[in-house]
Nanobody, 126 residues
Framework: QVQLVESGGGLVQAGGSLRLSCAAS????????MGWFRQAPGKEREFVAS????????QYADSVKGRFTISRDNAKVTMYLQMNSLKPEDTAVYIC???????????????????WGQGTQVTVSS
C-alpha cells in the first residue's frame, strides 16, 4: 500500500496557473503509473491525467489537453500537475492516485487504482 498526500491547491482567477504536488510513501514509487482525477460538486469523479512509471508516457483528458502537464520525480517520490489557462469549469477537488498494477503505461481507470490521496481543492473564479 502507498500513502499519498496532495498539496498546492487554492483559489485562482480564470487564466491563471497552479501546480499541484503529490508526495508518496510506502512502496516502490517508480514501478507504478500514477494519475490525477478530479471531482466537481454534484458530479462524478473523472480522469484528468496519468503518467507511466518512468515518466515517458503521459495521457490527458480531452478537457485539459494542451493546458495541463503531468510529471513525476522518482528521486523525490513526487508527482506533479502543472495547470495553466485555468477555467471556472476546472473547479474541483483534485485527487492523486497510484495504480495497483506495476509496469503499466497509464492509469486512467478507477478500477486500477490501488491508493487514493485525500484531495486538494482547486477553485477558479471567473
Amino acid at each position: 500500500q502507498v500513502q499519498l498526500v496532495e498539496s498546492g491547491g487554492g483559489l485562482v482567477q480564470a487564466g491563471g496557473s497552479l501546480r499541484l504536488s503529490c508526495a508518496a510513501s510506502g512502496r516502490t514509487f517508480s514501478n507504478y503509473p500514477m494519475g490525477w482525477f478530479r471531482q466537481a460538486p454534484g458530479k462524478e469523479r473523472e480522469f484528468v491525467a496519468s503518467i507511466s512509471p518512468k515518466g515517458s508516457v503521459a495521457q490527458y483528458a480531452d478537457s485539459v489537453k494542451g493546458r495541463f502537464t503531468i510529471s513525476r520525480d522518482n528521486a523525490k517520490v513526487t508527482m506533479y500537475l502543472q495547470m495553466n489557462s485555468l477555467k471556472p469549469e476546472d473547479t474541483a477537488v483534485y485527487i492523486c492516485a497510484a495504480s495497483a498494477l506495476q509496469y503499466r503505461s497509464s492509469l486512467s481507470a478507477e478500477k486500477d487504482v490501488g491508493s487514493w490521496g485525500q484531495g486538494t481543492q482547486v477553485t477558479v473564479s471567473s
